[in-house]
């Protein structure tokens, strides 16, 4: 009986030990673990209007009319042409980036704080742009990539990239408009890259590294979404620790979607949902 007991006890150990490390290695080294993530093989439904899924793009900004009124530029850029729209927001961005010299991230509270305390960086630059285009009443996103984060716009019928980290549009020059990411890729070839603003500030600008962009588009294979509702806060550990609870032992709220290029694409998210009901039923 004694043996029985401690053959069970090793066989408890063993379990739990392995779900340890099954949460571990898909937490430290898979990005965005506990997000409830669709995985999108289509582009035209990964790239189809905001409108069709006003749940996900929508940002609830609190004391909006206090932000107007405290930004006169707002105001005036607010009936603005849309691309006058994306050049102010962009400058916005990287004047708040420029000052940003320290270790921490943003949340939705000070995401327009000119404070040294905040880090410089790519997936900043990007939220603090949707927050100003958001502002500005247009729908906007933030795209991650392999090692990078972009924005994308919708305007006249498809999402614009927008890359406020190195100040560039994509022109594809086939189509004579401006595209998106996916865009990019069927089209590699005829797109062309332009700058948003011809202001100079002390950040990285596509205009005198090239390069850089070009092997990040060319080597990706990572294209996420998270909702526009999560974004601002994900990070932070009491939402960390909210994500996993909820998609370990309830339906997840934290949602994501991931486009699918072809079969080496390799798919994040969905770990850990309901694992309660799995192993209880």
């Known amino acids: 009986m004694k043996l029985k007991l401690n053959n069970l006890k090793f066989l408890t150990y063993i379990f739990f030990l392995v779900i340890v490390i099954f949460f571990f290695y898909n937490t430290y080294y898979k990005p965005f673990p506990f997000f409830k993530v669709e995985y999108i093989l289509s582009k035209s439904k990964f790239n189809q209007s905001p409108l069709k899924n006003l749940d996900f793009y929508e940002i609830q900004i609190t004391e909006y009319k206090n932000i107007l009124s405290e930004n006169d530029n707002l105001i005036k850029f607010k009936d603005s042409d849309f691309f006058k729209k994306v050049q102010y927001a962009t400058e916005l961005t990287r004047k708040i980036q420029e ?18 305390l905040f880090r410089e960086i790519c997936s900043e630059s ?22 990078h984060t972009i924005s994308e716009v919708w305007h006249n019928n ?20 401006f595209v998106s990411l996916l865009d990019i890729f069927e089209s590699r070839s005829s797109i062309e890259f332009q700058a948003i603003t011809k202001n100079n500030y002390k950040l990285w600008d596509y205009r005198y590294d090239p390069s850089k962009l070009h092997k990040i588009i060319d080597q990706n294979n990572l294209v996420f979404i998270i909702s526009n509702k999560n974004i601002f806060n994900f990070h932070i550990l009491k939402e960390k ?8 032992f309830f339906n997840s709220n934290f949602l994501a979607k991931q486009f699918i290029r072809d079969d080496k694409t390799p798919k994040v998210g969905n770990v850990g949902l309901n694992f309660y009901k799995r192993i209880t039923n």
């Open 99 to 116: 000052k940003s010299l320290g270790k921490e991230i943003k949340i939705y509270e000070n995401i327009l704080s000119n404070d040294i």
């Open 158 to 177: 498809n999402w614009i990239f927008v890359d406020t980290s190195s100040n560039t549009y994509a022109y594809d020059t086939n189509k004579k408009r």
């Open 241 to 248: 620790l909210n994500r996993v609870m909820k998609s370990m």
């Open 126 to 147: 990007s939220k603090i742009f949707l927050y100003i285009m958001s502002l500005l009443g247009e729908n906007a996103r933030v795209i991650w990539l392999n090692g």
